[in-house]
């Protein structure tokens, strides 16, 4: 056997093809049991199977196939109808069959399991049946093989050494005038030329057939050598063109080399791509026979199947989306009758649509079963502590839904249904994550589920952002990167100290720092803490800044505007990124946990991508989240930013930014009197305007002259409506600064919350009750953290 | 590694001094320099990362492997680089010397393993014109170097980012 194993393993590989096949037939035939294309298709694959065992001498395959060739045989015939009984014993003889081939491929023998019983039945169902028509079909199996009433031995003797796809149609034109008087439905299998045959096949099995003529089996070693080959001339390229040259031949050289070299990348990244088929037709077998042990109807639509994606990938995928499609079929689908009540169709329709959209690949899992109960998915959250009770209250529906992906809520979930499984919808999450994935849902309760699954195109070559640390650099994903945040001294965006942890507050959010340079044991520089940049990235769903040095493309830049003091801009811009191509690092270090892998970069200098998931668990970010959050809520007000005005009368007052909608200024004379109010006319509408010294209780200064700068202009801080929309005219807009110590309510006066340090000195912060037009609304100056963390409000 | 001991040719190379050999079985060549980019928390002796034609190999340091006082300097030091099962390793060692064969009975080995961590790769003793030639298995080279993981995450175990 050992001589022939080559030809052995292209034998498994083409049977196990043919299995997949014979699924995907035997599913269409069900549906349409007169067809007669489809059950040609099926009679010659198991014939071409059956005829390769023989060749092979794999005796008990070939006596199963056999057994499985007469059933069909007879069936072509007309002798039997398909009924359940007949497809169940032809399913059974395809698992038989698979299992056969998994033991030769595992041990290259056949196996000790005894597969008697399995033939006895498939002849019995064949015999049963045909006993009932006149005995005239003898003749039709004669030329097959004589010894039918002895299913066991033929066809491990060699009496079909060509089994290829002619002698599997040669039987089918011989039968064609013992069967002339049979139902005409099996004529058209004898008439139709045998090339043909496949053309009038869905177009599936017609795109397989041509291209055994344009593509060979080549060994995935070898493609991987190609590609570390094309990897390491990128590589040369990039040397190349770092040289300076005068002359102008070398140039034009460097220039085509330059375009060959991407060219050659592309072909050989092509060469990791497969269609997401591979998985795919799987699931009609896989749908079928869930929906008969869960009594279901389910129509199955696929779309999209030759979307490519890379192949490790697609084994990867396998599980997971096999569990999303039990799933739909499962607890998804309503069992006929109930649909039936519901005014549906008898048959519950599953889409499983594949796509490339943004550089992703996007997969759909689409029932229009019952859709997931967003009430008891709520109701099981707060009652497994997940969430409170009066928060869960508020989450909106699709927020709700993410609880399914919570480790272990996969069984609690299963309100809809019956049966239980192991895995549960966070590994599904878990797996997609780990190849960099997400997943959605989206239910609509009595139409339906959708599972968005989005994998990255591939894994071996990954956008990444190069960064430095200390005297080394290291990669991230680019798809973890949200933005970059430039630190600075002079009061920009800086890292502060809460809880015992490193926080950075990005548009009103804390998010928690790691120092990399300290994680990571390098010496730290004290320049990365002041000058240098954070990357917030997100994992899973938690938020992370990474502290660094700077990246790749050096520091950002910095213009004026935002060196202004006291102003926390944010500088996000798109810092170049590299194509990296990610490379194992060995079983040694990637247990560390906290490397993904390595990359060569251009200049020849190897790179760790650092793992950001690892990195998270490591530093036990959720634990650091948990203290962040816990201190923030005690010290919100301490810590939020207010706008420092100086009133007409002088005084320094602070107010909440997160109340402020916007800063205007307009010429005093513009101020208009209506109904006793003072108005200042904004677009269609009219903006209440009060002046900042009679909110604290001082003597109201007279109409027109409040908050009367010296040069005849006022400015006005409008608050939002929670404050009834309403503008606050003062002399002088100071600052924005965070609070440096707690709000002091003790020092409340008429019209002052409390007191706190803002920029070093005392200041009154504005109490905003008096002028909420519903006080209800209005969150108390110095409460808990009433508007927190919806900071985003000010624009 | 009944592979590694029917092979009888083995590579020679000197360690602080002493000289030690590995089967030539996994010994896929031997380079004099190479740029070496540091893997911060791997084992004290996995020294870094090198790039072989577009292969990332581990390098470890004989020296600290072996816990050999003092360094010598990295420059002049040579990568012999073995293959172990799918993985790929470079061994820093300060010189290769000539390659030896030496049958299995010539070998003696000791009573029992080492427990001294920095001998625990030595397989056996061969007496060679004058020299001891220590033997080592790659396997049991790298094998303790892979225990880190618990260690670098007790390191993680204080609270991190204090300003």
């Given at each position: 056997m050992s001589d022939n194993r080559e030809f052995v393993e292209e034998f498994l590989v083409e049977s196990g093809e043919c299995l997949d096949q014979l699924d995907r037939d035997l599913i269409a035939l069900e549906e349409h049991p007169d067809d007669p294309q489809r059950l040609a298709s099926i009679f010659r694959t198991v014939h071409t199977i059956k005829g390769n065992s023989g060749f092979f001498g794999f005796s008990k395959l070939g006596a199963l196939t056999h057994s499985g060739e007469h059933l069909l045989g007879k069936l072509r015939d007309g002798k039997i109808r398909l009924d359940d009984r007949v497809s169940g014993s032809l399913y059974s003889?395809?698992?038989?069959?698979?299992s056969i081939l998994q033991a030769i491929e595992q041990t290259g023998v056949e196996g000790e399991q005894d597969f008697r019983e399995l033939s006895q039945t498939l002849t019995a169902v064949a015999a049963q049946d045909a006993a009932e028509v006149e005995s005239e079909s003898e003749p039709v199996v004669v030329p097959e093989a004589s010894a039918v009433t002895d299913p066991l031995p033929p066809a491990a003797t060699p009496p079909a050494p060509q089994p290829s796809a002619p002698t599997a149609v040669a039987p089918a034109s011989s039968i064609a005038p013992a069967v002339a008087p049979t139902p005409v439905?099996?004529?058209?299998?004898?008439?139709?030329?045998?090339?043909?045959?496949?053309?009038?096949?869905?177009?599936?099995?017609?795109?397989?057939?041509?291209?055994?003529?344009?593509?060979?089996?080549?060994?995935?070693?070898?493609l991987a050598s190609i590609l570390d080959l094309v990897g390491e001339l990128v590589l040369a390229r990039n040397e190349l063109r770092t040289i300076e040259s005068t002359n102008p031949a070398l140039e034009g050289v460097i220039h085509r080399i330059n375009t060959v070299t991407n060219s050659l990348q592309e072909a050989a990244v092509k060469t990791r791509m497969q269609p997401i088929e591979h998985v795919f037709s799987k699931f009609p077998r896989t749908v079928r026979d869930l929906a008969v042990s869960c009594g279901r109807e389910v129509q199955l639509v696929i779309d999209g199947a030759d979307t490519?994606?890379?192949?490790?990938?697609?084994?990867?995928?396998?599980?997971?989306?096999?569990?999303?499609?039990?799933?739909?079929?499962?607890?998804?689908?309503?069992?006929?009758?109930?649909?039936?009540?519901?005014?549906?169709?008898?048959?519950?329709?599953?889409?499983?649509?594949?796509?490339?959209?943004?550089?992703?690949?996007?997969?759909?899992v689409k029932d229009d079963g019952a859709g997931i109960p967003v009430e008891a998915v709520r109701a099981k959250a707060v009652a497994r502590g997940l969430v409170d009770a009066d928060t869960a209250a508020l989450l909106p529906a699709d927020r709700v839904l993410q609880f399914i992906f919570e480790p272990g809520f996969s069984t609690a979930a299963q309100v809809t249904s019956v049966s239980g499984r192991g895995v549960g919808m966070d590994v599904v999450k878990t797996n997609i994550e780990a190849i960099g994935g997400t997943v959605d849902i989206a239910s609509q309760p009595g139409l339906g589920t959708t599972v968005r699954v989005r994998v990255p195109l591939t894994l071996a070559i990954i956008p990444a952002l190069v960064v430095r640390c200390g005297s080394e650099r290291f990669a991230l994903p680019q798809a973890a990167v949200g933005e970059l945040v430039s630190l600075r001294t002079d009061g920009g965006p800086r890292i502060e100290g809460l809880a015992g942890s490193a926080v950075i507050r990005v548009r009103g959010r804390l998010v928690p720092v790691i120092f990399l340079d300290e994680f990571l044991g390098l010496r730290s520089t004290t320049a990365a803490r002041e000058n240098g940049t954070v990357v917030l990235v997100r994992v899973d769903d938690h938020e992370l800044g990474l502290v660094v040095d700077g990246t790749q493309t050096g520091s950002l830049p910095t213009d004026d505007a935002s060196r202004q003091p006291g102003t926390s801009v944010m500088i996000t811009e798109a810092a170049s990124l590299s194509t990296i191509v990610v490379k194992p690092i060995g079983s040694l270090l990637a247990?560390?946990?906290?490397?993904?892998?390595?990359?060569?970069?251009?200049?020849?200098g190897v790179v760790l991508i650092l793992d950001l998931r690892g990195i998270l668990r490591a530093a036990d970010l959720p634990a650091i989240e948990r203290r962040v959050e816990s201190v923030a809520e005690q010290t919100m007000d301490a810590t939020d930013s207010y706008l420092v005005c100086r009133t007409v009368a002088g005084r320094r007052i602070a107010v909440p930014i997160e109340l402020v909608v916007r800063l205007e200024k307009f010429?005093?004379?513009?101020?208009?009197?209506?109904?006793?109010?003072?108005?200042?006319?904004?677009?269609?509408?009219?903006?209440?305007?009060?002046?900042?010294?009679?909110?604290?209780?001082a003597p109201s200064a007279p109409v027109g002259s409040a908050g009367d700068a010296d040069d005849g202009t006022i400015n006005l801080v409008v608050l939002d409506d929670r404050c009834g929309g309403i503008g606050v005219a003062v002399r002088q807009i100071l600052d924005v600064a965070a609070a440096e110590s707690m709000l002091q309510s003790t020092l409340a006066a008429?019209?002052?919350?409390?007191?706190?340090?803002?920029?070093?000195?005392?200041?009154?912060?504005?109490?905003?009750?008096?002028?909420?037009?519903?006080?209800?609304?209005?969150?108390?100056?110095?409460?808990?953290?009433?508007?927190?963390?919806?900071?985003?409000?000010?624009? | 590694m009944a592979d590694i001991q029917r092979d009888t040719r083995h590579c020679c190379f000197l360690v602080g001094g002493d000289c030690f050999a590995v089967s030539s079985t996994g010994v896929t060549e031997v380079l004099r320099d190479g740029r070496i980019t540091r893997v911060p928390h791997a084992a004290e002796a996995v020294i870094g990362l090198l790039h072989l034609r577009g292969r990332i190999v581990p390098v470890i340091d004989m020296r600290r492997r072996l816990g050999v006082i003092g360094t010598a300097s990295t420059a002049s030091r040579t990568h012999l680089v073995i293959r172990l099962h799918d993985d790929w390793y470079s061994l820093l060692v300060d010189e290769m010397l000539d390659v030896i064969e030496v049958a299995e009975h010539q070998i003696e080995h000791p009573s029992k393993p080492s427990a001294d961590t920095a001998n625990d790769a030595v397989t056996g003793v061969f007496a060679d014109d004058g020299r001891l030639v220590y033997f080592l298995d790659p396997q049991r080279i790298v094998q303790p170097l892979a225990r880190q993981r618990e260690q670098f995450l007790q390191r993680q175990g204080a609270p991190h980012g204090t300003v």
């Open positions: 003889m395809i698992d038989a069959v698979r439905p099996t004529l058209p299998i004898a008439t139709v030329p045998k090339a043909s045959i496949p053309a009038v096949e869905s177009p599936k099995p017609a795109a397989l057939m041509p291209s055994s003529e344009t593509s060979i089996r080549v060994d995935v070693g070898l490519e994606l890379d192949r490790t990938l697609i084994e990867s995928i396998r599980d997971p989306l096999t569990h999303l499609v039990r799933n739909a079929v499962d607890h998804g689908i309503e069992p006929p009758a109930e649909r039936e009540s519901k005014g549906k169709p008898r048959a519950g329709r599953l889409l499983l649509r594949a796509f490339h959209e943004s550089g992703q690949v996007t997969i759909e247990q560390l946990g906290i490397y993904s892998g390595a990359t060569v970069l251009g200049d020849g010429a005093s004379a513009d101020l208009q009197t209506a109904a006793g109010k003072r108005l200042v006319r904004r677009g269609d509408g009219y903006t209440p305007v009060v002046d900042a010294d009679s909110l604290l209780g008429a019209g002052v919350a409390g007191t706190l340090a803002v920029g070093g000195l005392a200041t009154e912060v504005l109490d905003l009750t008096a002028l909420a037009a519903a006080p209800k609304t209005l969150p108390a100056v110095g409460g808990s953290h009433a508007w927190y963390p919806s900071a985003d409000s000010l624009s | -």
